[in-house]
C-alpha cells in the first residue's frame, strides 16, 4: 500500500528557513517523479517544483527559484524541499505528490501546513 506523509511545516519568521519531508511508503521513489505543491488560502494548488526518479534533474518554479530547493534520499524514500529566505506569501499547505513514471499513477499527502508570519 502507497502511503505519502509530509512533515516539518510549523511557524516560522519572515526570512526564516525550513525543510519539508516528504516519506514515501510502499513506492521505489527511483521509478516516481516528486513533486512539491502548494495551496496558499483562498488559492488553487500550484506546483512548486519537482526531481525526477534518478534524482539528476529538479524543477523549480520562477516564483521560488532561488530560495527553494528539492532533494532526495532514495534509500529513505524521502524526498525532501528546503526553503530559505521565506516570505509571508509562501505561508500555505505544502503537498507532496509522486508520480509513477511509467503508468501516469498519482499519490498524494495530506499535506503540512507553513505559515510564515512575525
Known amino acids: 500500500q502507497v502511503r505519502i506523509v509530509e512533515s516539518g511545516g510549523g511557524l516560522v519568521q519572515p526570512g526564516g528557513s525550513l525543510r519539508l519531508s516528504c516519506v514515501a511508503s510502499?513506492?521505489?521513489?527511483?521509478?516516481?517523479?516528486m513533486t512539491w505543491y502548494r495551496q496558499r488560502p483562498g488559492e488553487e494548488r500550484e506546483l512548486v517544483g519537482g526531481i525526477s526518479g534518478a534524482g539528476d534533474r529538479t524543477n523549480i518554479q520562477d516564483s521560488v527559484k532561488g530560495r527553494f530547493s528539492i532533494s532526495k534520499d532514495d534509500a529513505k524514500s524521502t524526498v525532501y524541499l528546503q526553503m530559505n529566505s521565506l516570505k509571508p506569501e509562501d505561508t500555505a499547505v505544502y503537498y507532496c505528490?509522486?508520480?509513477?513514471?511509467?503508468?501516469?499513477?498519482?499519490?498524494w499527502g495530506q499535506g503540512t501546513q507553513v505559515t510564515v508570519s512575525q
Open positions: 505528490k509522486a508520480v509513477y513514471i511509467f503508468a501516469g499513477n498519482e499519490y
Open positions: 510502499g513506492i521505489d521513489t527511483t521509478k516516481y517523479l
